[in-house]
Nanobody
Framework: QVQLVESGGGLVQAGGSLRLSCAAS????????MGWFRQAPGKEREFVAT????????IYAASVKGRFTISKDNAKNTVYLQMNSLSPEDTAVYYC??????????????WGQGTQVTVSS
């Protein structure tokens, strides 16, 4: 059972930056693709970004491409989401997940508890 723990959320002004972290409990992390999803109030959970087990491949949602960067440190069993140029539309609970390189939730087997990101205007 892989356990994922997100951190780094908080309140930031529009135009600011945050870096989310997601620490995994298993050494198998190095052979697992990782993704970030988010859910805004009253909306469905949506894909944000994903990274392959090696870190060599990434996929981003169109809404965050060019502003967010996903990265992975296999030595630390941690995946990061660097978020720049944040806007109020980025306000959501952000979840990390472990599974297959995909933008579909169903391809991920393990999920963290989520971390709140609030962007004020």
């Amino acid at each position: 059972q892989v356990q994922l723990v997100e951190s780094g959320g908080g309140l930031v002004q529009a135009g600011g930056s945050l870096r989310l972290s997601c620490a995994a409990s298993e050494r198998t992390f190095s052979s697992t693709s990782m993704g970030w999803f988010r859910q805004a109030p009253g909306k469905e959970r949506e894909f944000v970004a994903t990274i392959s087990w090696s870190g060599g491949a990434t996929i981003y949602a169109a809404s965050v491409k060019g502003r967010f960067t996903i990265s992975k440190d296999n030595a630390k069993n941690t995946v990061y989401l660097q978020m720049n140029s944040l806007s109020p539309e980025d306000t959501a609970v952000y979840y990390c997940a472990a599974g297959t390189l995909s933008n579909y939730e169903t391809e991920y087997d393990y999920w963290g508890q989520g971390t709140q990101v609030t962007v004020s205007s």
